[in-house]
Each structure stands twice: as structure tokens, then as C-alpha cells.
């Protein structure tokens, strides 16, 4: 049986990356993982998908990925700056061409400030890092789903455009 995560975006991606071969990790927050499980559905994953760290908290997010303590200080776990701060940490500390970070809200209730389905998505590649502003609608299986969806369909462009 085939793996239900596993979408046409992600198989084009791991040969996408395949072909350059080049490598990708991820720190997630509120999709906890479900990108890296995503991506490791496809068959021949193991050759790009170098790790995945799951910062659902802001202590994970410090120990894990790197992130300042500062910056969350000031901004927040749920903000660009975080967003970038975890694609530049998986990258590094998981030796990658390509980090993606993830935080947001799924809900059910908003989070400091931010109202349920605000995403943000931070990609970190060999030259510069983008940060993209999300702002999702659904349930908190939708919400992290569109997340996900949402990061193979930039990364793949970004990896492209390289």
C-alpha cells in the first residue's frame, strides 16, 4: 500500500533534488514532523533527506535547532524571524544544501497574537534565505497538511530556480 502522505509534490522534489543531488533537513514546529515523514515516504528519500528535528516547544526550538534565546525573546516562536532562524539551524546542524523551517498556529485557540492558521515557513538554501508568510484555513489536520503542502511547493521552485 502506498504511504497517504506521500504526494506528487514530494516524489518531485526528492528527484529534484536527487538529480542535483543535493540534500534537505527541517525543523518543525507545528507540523511536527509530518514534512520529514512526508518526504521519507518516497521511495530513494534516504539519498536527500539528511534529518528532522521536531521544535514544538521553545526549549526544542534553542536545543535543538539553535535558535537564539534572544529572538524568541523578542519575537516569538511563531514569527519570520523564528521561521528563518530554524531553516538556518536544520541546515547546519543536519549538513543540508536546503533547510526548511515550519512554526505556526494549528489551533484549536491563537497564540500570541496570532490567529489560528498563521504560518510561517522559512527556506534556507546554498546562496540566501526566503521567508514566506501563510495564513491557512481548516482544521489543525488541514492547517498543518496545507503547511507541509505548502513548503514542497516553494522549496521545490527554489531548488529550480538554483
Known amino acids: 500500500m502506498d504511504d497517504p502522505l506521500v504526494t506528487d509534490d514530494a516524489r518531485a522534489l526528492v528527484a529534484d533534488l536527487t538529480v542535483r543531488r543535493q540534500t534537505v533537513a527541517t525543523a518543525e514546529s507545528l507540523t511536527a514532523g509530518l514534512l520529514a515523514a512526508t518526504l521519507a515516504g518516497v ?6 533527506l539528511r534529518g528532522g528535528l521536531v521544535t514544538y516547544t521553545v526549549e526544542s526550538k534553542i536545543e535543538l535547532a539553535g ?4 529572538l524568541l525573546a523578542d519575537v516569538g516562536p511563531v514569527a519570520g524571524p ?4 530554524l531553516a538556518v539551524g536544520a541546515q547546519q546542524r543536519c549538513g543540508a544544501t536546503w533547510g526548511v523551517g515550519l512554526t505556526g498556529v494549528a489551533g484549536p485557540e491563537p497564540h500570541g497574537g496570532h490567529r489560528v492558521g498563521t504560518v510561517f515557513l522559512g527556506v534556507a538554501g546554498p546562496v540566501d534565505t526566503e521567508v514566506d508568510a501563510l495564513l491557512l484555513d481548516g482544521s489543525r489536520w488541514d492547517i498543518r497538511q496545507a503547511a507541509v503542502h505548502a513548503a514542497l511547493l516553494v522549496l521545490r521552485h527554489l531548488v529550480e530556480q538554483q
Open 67 to 70: 535558535v537564539a534565546p534572544e
Open 82 to 85: 523564528t521561521a528563518r532562524a
Open 43 to 48: 521511495p530513494g528519500a534516504s539519498v536527500v
